[in-house]
């Protein structure tokens, strides 16, 4: 009796993220799609913004350990990684949401998807080892060569398991992808404090000891990539069962469909990247030597990182949306329009919460995220939120163009986009250095805003209520330029006072909406 019930309380505790999430899919499926959209945010929420914030405290940890020059090289290569990870993921993500959404054997897209990108993951990985020498030369790290081998695992393992976590997020398996996430950051972070912090220590007062056996003081900032790299790892194995459901063979018909249809996506994803990261690649290239250019790739990137909080609530909100309107996609759309008005709305809403509470308490926040060395840079955090506030308008903007399969008009966009990223930044950094980058990125996301919304309107019309959202965006800048009157007065008496403008704006915002609000909490109840 006793090994029954032992058995019984094994089979629950490993079970556990299985049971749970089967629950939260029954739950949510009885309540209505605007609340099955917050409940899905929420679970990647959770993961996202709990993970990231974890991972984001790697960042004063990094400012605090390593000069700005070091830091640089950190920020400069992950650079290359995010534009890497986009190209050998050529928009099948989405394309697996598309396609598996609507076929009768998604298991068939599944293997096509997964197989596609296994074979072009393990060529990138061949030519990137064999050839790390001369890339190493090339993007200006010939003494690093080690570093190229790396960071190309690292986006190999990341491309690969790209469609596994899709599948979790189709089958609204949304606590099993915040657990793998959460491991992996978890373990980035212990691998990062065990040998940046724990292995010198344990040299200092122990030099006998065997960590020296795997630790070099000459390394330095390779550790952020090491750690990086056996975190990594532990998602391959936290993802195997998924992995070990793809058949190895191949639809070529479904497989070319998939590409005509992800290519665009393609285009839109190296695009983006060149609009968030082509910047961090292009100081090093446009700063004179004299005025230090890696030491403002350092500096930028970690002011750059101060606006996490945005990026946190768009990626958890990103992570339901797609998956959430393909799967309404073969419904009735009759009153979908409304339904996207709605949630654009209260996007900008807590976007602009966001906004305001990063800048109104930038003076707390500064003081345990960054070191002091790098406050000069504070100058970009507000135009960068505004920025990353303006790209998730855009992206929920794109949903037209994806459910219509004009994907084309997408790639435009963001063709777009780059270029005017592009031009900006080659005429602003070498007069304004890394601030210069900074006016490029919200220029690029404010006219590819305002594009998308104007094709969008023409060919998928939804009642957007601009006339709210105006209100919210300018009552939210007119508060936040109104905290400058109190730069003079005592740490004290100006958080107080900027306090009183953020519940302001919540007034603001509870006296327009109160209505909506009770109606969706009384629809939700019954």
């Known amino acids: 009796m006793t090994k029954i019930v032992i058995r019984h309380f094994r089979i629950q505790i490993f079970g556990t993220h299985e049971f749970l999430n089967s629950i939260f899919v029954l739950k949510f499926t009885e309540l209505n799609p605007f609340r099955k959209l917050i409940g899905d945010t929420a679970i990647y929420g959770v993961s996202s ?104 695992t690292i986006v190999a393992i990341d491309a690969f398991t790209s469609i596994p976590f899709a599948r979790l997020r189709l089958d609204n398996r949304p606590l099993k992808f915040a657990f793998i996430k959460m491991v992996n950051i978890g373990l980035n ?8 912090s724990l292995c010198p220590w344990i040299l200092r007062h122990y030099p006998e000891n065997p960590v020296r056996y795997i630790y070099s003081p000459e390394i330095g900032v390779g550790y952020v990539f090491i750690a990086n790299l056996l ?13 070990l459901q793809m058949r190895f063979s191949i639809d070529k018909e479904l497989l070319k469909t998939m590409l005509r249809y992800s290519f665009p996506i393609l285009v839109i994803g190296v695009a983006g990247m060149v609009n968030q990261n082509i910047d ?39 992570y339901a949306f797609e998956p959430f309107f393909f799967s309404r996609s073969s419904d009735d759309d009759s009153q979908d329009p409304q339904l996207y008005a709605t949630i654009m709305k209260y996007f900008l809403i807590f976007g602009m919460l966001i906004f305001l509470g990063m800048t109104l308490y930038i003076d707390l926040i500064k003081v345990v995220a960054i070191d002091v060395r790098y406050h000069e840079g504070l100058k970009i955090v507000p135009i960068i939120l505004i920025a990353n506030l303006f790209f998730g308008i855009f992206f929920s903007l794109s949903i037209w163009f994806k459910l219509k399969d004009m994907t084309r008009y997408g790639s435009y966009i963001a063709l777009i986009g780059a270029a005017i990223t592009l031009v900006l930044n080659i005429v602003l950094i070498p007069r304004m250095g890394y601030l210069g980058s900074a006016i490029a990125v919200l220029v690029c996301f404010m006219v590819m805003m305002v594009i998308t919304y104007l094709w969008g309107q023409k060919y998928y019309f939804i009642p957007y209520d601009l006339k709210r959202m105006a209100i919210y965006f300018f009552s939210g800048l007119i508060l936040y330029f109104i905290s400058f009157l109190f730069n003079d007065f005592s740490l004290l008496i100006k958080m107080l006072l900027n306090t009183g403008l953020f519940i302001t704006f919540l007034m603001i915002m509870f006296r327009l909406e109160k209505q909506e609000i009770f109606q969706i909490l009384k629809r939700n109840k019954g």
Do not use: C, H
């Open 189 to 196: 972070i212990g691998f990062n404090l065990f040998f940046l």
């Open 49 to 152: 913004i709990v993970g990231r914030f974890l991972n984001w405290w790697l960042v004063p940890y990094y400012t605090d350990l390593f000069l700005p020059e070091e830091y640089g090289v950190v920020t400069n290569l992950y650079a290359y990684v995010a534009f890497l990870l986009v190209i050998l993921t050529y928009g099948m993500e989405t394309g697996y949401f598309r396609f598996a959404s609507r076929s009768k054997d998604p298991d068939k897209v599944y293997s096509t998807s997964q197989v596609s990108l296994f074979v072009t993951t393990i060529l990138f990985l061949f030519i990137a080892i064999v050839f790390r020498n001369q890339i190493a030369i090339l993007i200006g790290y010939p003494d690093f060569p080690e570093y190229i081998w790396l960071l190309a």
């Open 280 to 318: 961090k690649i292009l100081i090093p290239f446009l700063v004179p030597e004299s005025q230090n250019p890696m030491f403002q790739v350092g500096i930028y990137g970690a002011n750059y990182k101060l606006a996490v909080l945005m990026n946190m609530f768009i990626q958890a909100f990103r």
């Open 231 to 243: 975190a990594s790892f532990s998602t391959l194995v936290l993802l195997r069962n998924e992995i």
